[in-house]
């Protein structure tokens, strides 16, 4: 069965600090990729997403992500956190033509500190 | 434009009980997804609608989970009886479409959830 790994379960940075976020998926096929944010007492929203072209995607707020195929990574960047930014962090997969079924990693919870 | 609704925001019941969740989509989206979402894991779907037919219900524990879209707009989802392990996040989502050319997928608009305890 396809799945989603994301490696860190909480990660604690100071304002300023640099953000990477790793996300795995195991299926060979195509995939659509995508980075789901939840702050604190908020619906998930989109942060961005990657179907085709270039692997690097920029989304909201001065996120990007990176799709590298041959390691099964999207993972998630951002050069410069603020304290805004505390929130969970969500990596998904939809499988082509496989229905719209999201298939989550379990969150990455990011504090940052002011 | 109005969000994806859900209510009640929070319920709490016994086990063995019954219970139901309602969710309005955006308006105009014709896809409608439940997803469960237990504490310190993801969400996972349980069901997909495309206007008022079910296009995906593999992973609905349909021995006590049921769920309907009457007239393709409204949905609710209702557990009976409860087991303590459905305590759980209920997410409501919405798209326009689920397929786009080339395989591409629309957004999925979320709901604020519906946070249940079973006791």
């Known amino acids: 069965a396809q799945s989603v790994s994301q490696h860190n379960h909480h990660v604690i940075l100071s304002e300023a600090a640099s953000l990477e976020l790793g996300c795995n998926y195991s299926?060979?096929?195509?995939?659509?990729l995508f980075w789901y944010v939840q702050y604190p007492g908020q619906h998930l929203q989109l942060l961005l997403k990657y179907f085709s072209g270039d692997p690097l995607v920029k989304g909201i707020k001065g996120f990007e992500a990176e799709f590298i195929k041959s390691k099964f990574s999207f993972n998630l960047r951002k050069p410069s956190v603020q304290w805004s930014d505390t929130a969970e962090y969500f990596c998904?997969?939809?499988?082509?033509?496989?229905?719209?079924?999201?298939?989550f990693g379990q969150g990455t919870e990011l504090s940052v500190k002011p | 434009e109005a969000g994806v609704a859900q209510s009640p925001r929070y319920k709490i019941i016994e086990k063995r009980q019954s219970v139901a969740f309602w969710c309005n989509p955006i308006s105009g989206h014709a896809t409608l997804y439940w997803y469960q979402q237990i504490l310190g894991q993801g969400p996972k779907l349980l069901i997909q609608f495309q206007n008022n037919g079910v296009v995906d219900d593999s992973q609905l524990p349909k021995d006590r989970f049921s769920a309907e879209r009457l007239k393709g707009v409204d949905s609710t989802l209702k557990i009976q009886p409860a087991k303590l392990e459905d305590s759980a996040v209920y997410l409501c989502a919405s798209s326009l479409v689920w397929g786009l050319a080339g395989g591409q997928m629309d957004e999925q608009f979320f709901g604020p959830g519906t946070r249940l305890t079973v006791l």
């Open positions: 998904a997969v939809n499988v082509y033509n496989q229905g719209g079924k999201l298939i």
């Open positions: 299926y060979g096929g195509t995939v659509n």
